[in-house]
């Protein structure tokens, strides 16, 4: 049996001998080389016949080889599931400290890495088992063998058509490999920082409103003593405390409910407190006629160098009784607010006369006849439910319930208040504080005399607006239903546009009552100045209270949709790589890697090419002719020199 050199000398002489000069296995070319070397000598002692290799039975599958690869798949899916897991652990929790967010991302990082790495090196193992199944039985040059093992290595591999016509599926396979790695640029986007508002239930010191207990009514309610005819010592109710009167006046010009101080930026907590408040309802004849008749006396009383041509306004407290006297029940006089313990004795009503809202009217007659309405406003003693809400220091308040429990009763002199007197001065104190905004006439006159008069501030025969009323600095005025008379003051003035009735002034009144009606106006007005007493600590001292904290934190938010995509391609690709590395395992009946040794052993026939020194040695780059030279491979005789 003849024996095969591993590694062979190269002959002295001229390169490119072609086809059959390539091979040197006749015993001619034998004879003709020179002495044989003690190292040539170890080689043939190292060499293998062709009838032993083709005799020797296959090496069977090396099951580290396969276990590597499944574990490798396994491991990768596992890192894949743990990622999805961690981040899905860290969803809407607290970042914490600057350390902790980089551990989190670190550790997120690590594993996607892990993940990918894993599933790219079972991909390379099913590669290469794939690539030695297909390299069997077939010719291929040297080129193209060189770009089927370097191409988990290196794109520039798939420039090469041969590879890419022969092994089709080998080079997908390690191109999957390739583009695996994509799914860590996923990963790191899909967890973020986010902030939000967490809420936490905690007790805190909330002001909380006292006008509805006796112990506080000094605040609210101003008394005098003073001795009845009998020289008995009372107590007389005198009107509201200057407090109260400017906290009402406040709120009445701005319309908004006086800004509370509360113990956090950040919080939310309800309250239910009772308080005053006003409820107005249409009045029926008999009122309708009592405002008409105090409006006649009150017209009579104009001096008599002017008259009123239309009123367009009329509101006051009706007084009831006096003091030492009871009126007649047909006629009710108008009570003095600035002299509460006058004659006679005030209530806790305010009568009201305007004109019905007619859309459409633009009449500009100050003469013509307007249709009135009639209201009546009394205070009512009510249950509020109220949630307060602050959001970044943005007061918000919500009247969740308010249960009228009735109207209260103006307060009388005593020799001795009780409880109940007290809260009644209290109440009485803050309707009158109210009434007084809104009491007084609006209405159009006239001059009577013919000539002008500066010491009584007369012109000949003009015709004017006249606004005496503190309503025209409140949000009130800007109601619907003053509309007609602003429109036809706007036009006394000289400025009549039909497009534009209105003024830039009045506009802007109007845009603060948002087109309501006088009616809905002055109940919201009384709820807004219960509302805004509890920003003053005298009316609300403090009380714990539950309230729930917003406080903003920074928090991760997972997004698992780009990572469970991502990774589910990643994997089935990997899965489909696995199944064929599996098959090629079967099928070779062996396991093949690309190591060292493989390529040593198995290409001992290309050895005995005709090839000089520069043409064997491994130093880039490939020459031409020996890149040309075709190969095949045969198991258990390695890659020869295709004939």
Request: glycine share 6%; aromatic share 10%.
């Given at each position: 049996m003849k024996t095969q050199n591993l590694l062979m000398a190269p002959k002295q002489g001229k390169v490119g001998l072609e086809g059959d000069n390539l091979l040197?296995?006749?015993?001619?070319?034998?004879?003709?080389?020179?002495?044989?070397?003690?190292?040539?000598?170890?080689?043939?002692?190292?060499?293998?016949?062709?009838?032993?290799?083709?005799?020797?039975?296959?090496?069977?599958?090396?099951?580290?080889s396969p276990l590597t690869?499944?574990?490798?798949?396994?491991?990768?899916?596992?890192?894949?599931?743990?990622?999805?897991?961690?981040?899905?652990?860290?969803?809407?929790?607290?970042?914490?400290?600057?350390?902790?967010?980089?551990t989190s991302l670190r550790i997120g990082t690590a594993l996607a890495f892990i993940a990918q790495v894993c599933?790219?090196?079972?991909?390379?193992?099913?590669?290469?088992?794939?690539?030695?199944?297909?390299?069997?039985?077939?010719?291929?040059?040297?080129?193209?063998?060189?770009?089927?093992?370097?191409?988990?290595?290196?794109?520039?591999?798939?420039?090469?058509l041969e590879m890419l016509s022969k092994l089709r599926l080998a080079s997908i396979v390690a191109l999957v490999g390739w583009f695996l790695p994509i799914t860590t640029v996923f990963t790191p986007a899909t967890l973020s920082v986010q902030?939000?508002?967490?809420?936490?239930?905690?007790?805190?010191?909330?002001?909380?409103?006292?006008?509805?207990?006796?112990?506080?009514?000094?605040?609210?309610?101003?008394?005098?003593?003073?001795?009845?005819?009998?020289?008995?010592?009372?107590?007389?109710f005198s009107g509201p405390r200057t407090i109260l009167k400017r906290l009402s006046i406040a709120t009445a010009t701005t319309g908004e409910i006086l800004p509370i101080i509360p113990p956090l930026s950040n919080l939310t907590y309800e309250q239910t407190f009772f308080g005053p408040c006003v409820r107005c309802l249409a009045a029926n004849e008999t009122i309708a006629a009592q405002i008409d008749a105090a409006n006649d006396r009150r017209k009579s009383a104009l001096p008599p160098w002017k008259r009123e041509v239309q009123n367009y306004y009329w509101a006051f407290v009706p007084a009831f009784e006096g003091t030492d006297k009871t009126l007649p029940s047909q006629q009710v006089e108008v009570a003095n607010l600035s002299d509460v313990d006058g004659a006679l004795r005030s209530s806790n009503q305010l009568w009201?006369?305007?004109?019905?809202?007619?859309?459409?009217?633009?009449?500009?007659?100050v003469t013509e006849a307007m249709r009135p309405q009639y209201l009546v406003c009394e205070l009512q003693n009510a249950s509020y439910n109220v949630n307060f809400t602050w959001t970044n220091g943005i007061?918000?308040?919500?009247?969740?319930?308010?249960?009228?429990?009735?109207?209260?009763?103006?307060?009388v002199n005593s020799s001795s208040y009780s409880n109940a007197d007290k809260e009644i001065m209290s109440f009485s104190a803050y309707a009158h504080a109210l009434s007084s905004q809104l009491t007084g006439s609006i209405g159009f006159?006239?001059?009577?005399?013919?000539?002008?008069?500066?010491?009584?501030?007369?012109?000949?025969?003009?015709?004017?607006?006249?606004?005496?009323?503190?309503?025209v600095s409140t949000l009130l005025l800007g109601s619907a239903e003053f509309n007609s008379f602003f429109q036809k003051n706007y036009a006394l003035s000289g400025s009549i546009n039909r497009n534009q009735p209105f003024s830039k002034g009045r506009l802007q009144d109007m845009a603060l009552a948002r087109n309501r009606t006088l009616q809905?106006?002055?109940?919201?007005?009384?709820?807004?100045?219960?509302?805004?007493?509890?920003?003053?600590?005298?009316?609300?001292p403090p009380t714990m209270n539950e309230v729930t904290t917003h406080s903003p934190v920074n928090v991760y938010i997972y997004r698992p949709r780009n990572v469970l995509i991502a990774y589910g391609i990643a994997i089935s690709f990997a899965f489909i790589a696995n199944l064929l590395g599996a098959y090629a395992y079967f099928s070779n009946g062996e396991s093949y890697e690309n190591s060292w040794s493989a390529m040593v052993f198995s290409s001992r026939g290309v050895h005995r090419a005709n090839l000089n020194d520069r043409e064997r040695s491994s130093a880039l780059p490939l020459l031409p002719r020996v890149a040309r030279m075709r190969i095949r491979y045969t198991p258990g005789g390695g890659f020869r020199i295709a004939s």
């Open positions: 040197q296995g006749d015993k001619s070319n034998l004879k003709s080389k020179p002495e044989v070397t003690v190292q040539e000598k170890h080689y043939e002692n190292l060499a293998v016949s062709n009838d032993d290799a083709r005799q020797a039975p296959p090496a069977g599958i090396y099951c580290r690869m499944m574990a490798n798949f396994i491991c990768g899916c596992g890192c894949a599931l743990a990622l999805h897991g961690y981040y899905s652990s860290l969803h809407h929790k607290t970042v914490g400290s600057f350390e902790a967010q980089g599933l790219v090196v079972s991909i390379q193992y099913a590669h290469i088992q794939w690539l030695w199944r297909s390299l069997k039985n077939r010719t291929l040059s040297i080129r193209a063998v060189n770009s089927a093992f370097n191409a988990t290595q290196t794109l520039w591999s798939y420039t090469n902030a939000v508002v967490r809420d936490r239930v905690l007790t805190a010191n909330v002001p909380t409103l006292r006008i509805s207990q006796a112990e506080f009514y000094h605040y609210f309610a101003y008394s005098v003593s003073t001795q009845d005819a009998g020289g008995s010592e009372l107590e007389r009201l006369r305007y004109p019905q809202l007619e859309d459409g009217d633009t009449s500009l007659d007061q918000t308040l919500d009247i969740t319930g308010l249960h009228m429990l009735g109207s209260v009763p103006y307060p006159f006239q001059d009577l005399q013919a000539t002008n008069d500066s010491v009584k501030g007369t012109v000949a025969n003009r015709t004017y607006s006249e606004l005496d009323s503190k309503i809905v106006l002055i109940e919201e007005l009384a709820s807004n100045i219960t509302l805004g007493l509890i920003s003053n600590t005298l009316f609300s």
